[in-house]
Each structure stands twice: as structure tokens, then as C-alpha cells.
């Protein structure tokens, strides 16, 4: 079994004010930053503005966006990571290039999202007005999801591992939604981190309903503490 996180972890909120990051994490260290991404104002940015530090292309996703709500939460997320990177690589936030790795199953650049220069390794994931980004010096896998309404809670179940569904069926239908959020972020951690994505959906790998995820090949996960009706885990790749 993993061990909780294990090394060096660091938990930090990303705020109005321009973050000071300090040195990048060397190794399996990580840092974990948390965004409300209904803020108007990240890192002294108004996320409305054209001044906001986005790509073009990340301006066009925003803008493909049907909802308000979610183009606003796309770009405060997206300007949060690029303060982050911004800072661990003493660049500008607007000079951060981001690229894609190759796709473990095809080779397409579709992977895990990676800086194009030289830099920490991260991940984003951000959800219901929550954005977790996780920095490493070492592969990582990080998402964050709300506790789903019992009925969607019901529909998203059978996507899971047949053990993982008879462990949530024996649980009361109160307990189900959180333990099922549970489950789905360190699946989703872990696809992040491996660069697989939900191209195959979640029901591999068994990552179990218990207090501590069943271990993984090359990588640990582990449960991260998020706000109220929140859950959030974080996959790291091990040595060797």
C-alpha cells in the first residue's frame, strides 16, 4: 500500500496577489496551490481583461465556453497556472509556453500537458468554482472533483471497477456520493499522471473505496484534503 504523502508537501492558495513561489520542487516534493476560480482577480490580474495572461488559444477555448460561469472559471484557472509556472521559471506569466508529451497509447501530441522549456512538472484540475494545481519535480497527476448528487452519483457508478461498485453499493446511500468522489479523483490523478486521460474511461485502475488507494504500477496516489463537499487526490511517480 502507498504511504500518505510521503516527502516534502506543501499546500498554498493562490490569491488577488501576485504569488511569490519561491524555488521549484526538486524531486518528489510537491507543491499544491488552491484557486477559487470565481475570483475576478487572480495574481493582480482582472480575469476579464485582455490583459489577463492567456494564450490565443487558450482565449479561444475560453470563449467556446456556452456559459459565463465556466469561461470565467476557465480563464482564472489558466491565469493561476501560468503565475505558478511563471514564477517557478522566472519568466512572465504570459511567456510561459505550454506544450503537449506524446500519447502513451498512440503517440499523438495529446498527453500530459508539460512546459515547452525547461521546468517542474504539473498538473490542473479544476471543478464547481475549485482549481488544484499540483507542481513536482517528478511526474504528477492531480484533480478535483464536487461531491455529485446522489442520482448523478448513481449514473457515474457502473463507469467504476466491479470491486470499486460493490463496495460502494454495500455503503448507506448517504455515504455513497463523497466515497464515490473519492475514488474518481485518484483515478483521474493517476490517468493524469501516466498521460493515458479518460481516452479508455475510469474503470482500470482499481484504486478501492478504503481509507488508503491500492497501490500502482510506477506511481503513488494519494488523498488530498479539499474544501466542503469536495474531494481531490494527487498521483506521483515513484523512483526506480
Known amino acids: 500500500m502507498p504511504e500518505r504523502v510521503r ?12 504569488p511569490e513561489p ?95 522549456d525547461a521546468g517542474p512538472h504539473f498538473s490542473l484540475s479544476h471543478s464547481c468554482g475549485r482549481a488544484l494545481i499540483a507542481v513536482s519535480g517528478v511526474r504528477v497527476g492531480a484533480d478535483v472533483e464536487g461531491v455529485p448528487q446522489p442520482a448523478i452519483a448513481e449514473e457515474l457508478l457502473p463507469a467504476l471497477h466491479p470491486r470499486e461498485q460493490r463496495a460502494l453499493r454495500a455503503l448507506p446511500d448517504a455515504d455513497r456520493p463523497a466515497v464515490l468522489a473519492r475514488i474518481w479523483t485518484r483515478k483521474e490523478a493517476y490517468l493524469k499522471a501516466t498521460g493515458v486521460g479518460l481516452a479508455y474511461g ?29 474531494a481531490a487526490a494527487i498521483a506521483l511517480a515513484t523512483a526506480g
Request: proline fraction near 10%; aromatic fraction near 8%; charge should be positive.
Open 7 to 18: 516527502t516534502r508537501f506543501a499546500v498554498r492558495t493562490l490569491d488577488g496577489a501576485f
Open 22 to 116: 519561491g524555488p521549484p520542487p526538486l524531486g518528489d516534493e510537491v507543491v499544491l496551490w488552491w484557486l477559487d476560480t470565481d475570483r475576478e482577480v487572480v495574481g493582480g490580474y482582472p480575469v476579464a481583461s485582455q490583459e489577463a495572461p492567456l494564450s490565443p488559444a487558450e482565449r479561444e477555448r475560453s470563449a467556446r465556453l456556452r456559459r459565463p460561469a465556466d469561461r470565467h472559471r476557465y480563464r482564472a484557472a489558466h491565469v493561476g497556472l501560468r503565475l505558478i509556472l511563471g514564477g517557478y521559471t522566472g519568466l512572465a506569466a504570459e511567456a510561459v509556453r505550454l506544450a503537449r508529451e506524446g500519447c502513451p497509447c498512440c503517440g499523438e501530441p495529446h498527453g500530459r500537458p508539460a512546459l515547452a
Open 202 to 230: 475510469v474503470a482500470d485502475p482499481y484504486v478501492g473505496a478504503s481509507a488508503v488507494p491500492a497501490a500502482q504500477r510506477k506511481f503513488t496516489v494519494h488523498d488530498v484534503a479539499a474544501p466542503s463537499s469536495f
